[in-house]
């Protein structure tokens, strides 16, 4: 999902370049790789912290059907 993310964060930048406030400042590449730049170091410590299968349960009780 958080790859997802990047992605679709990425292809707006790119298709909404001409809209976007930092269009002088920025050359058109950082469009294209900022977001990845940014979201890929969230995404992995997310992931690394909080592996699959390994999570709490709410309200710290159980609930099983």
């Not at 790119?14 to 950082?30: F, G, H, M, S, Y």
């Not at 469009?31 to 410590?45: D, K, N």
Request: aromatic share 16%.
């Amino acid at each position: 999902m958080g790859a997802s993310y990047i992605l679709l964060l990425t292809a707006f930048y790119v298709d909404n370049r001409k809209n976007l406030p930092l269009r002088r400042e920025l050359p058109q590449i950082a469009f294209w790789f900022l977001p990845a730049v940014i979201g890929s170091p969230i995404t992995l410590y997310v992931v690394w912290t909080h592996p699959p299968g390994q999570s709490e349960p709410v309200g710290g009780a159980m609930f099983w059907a």
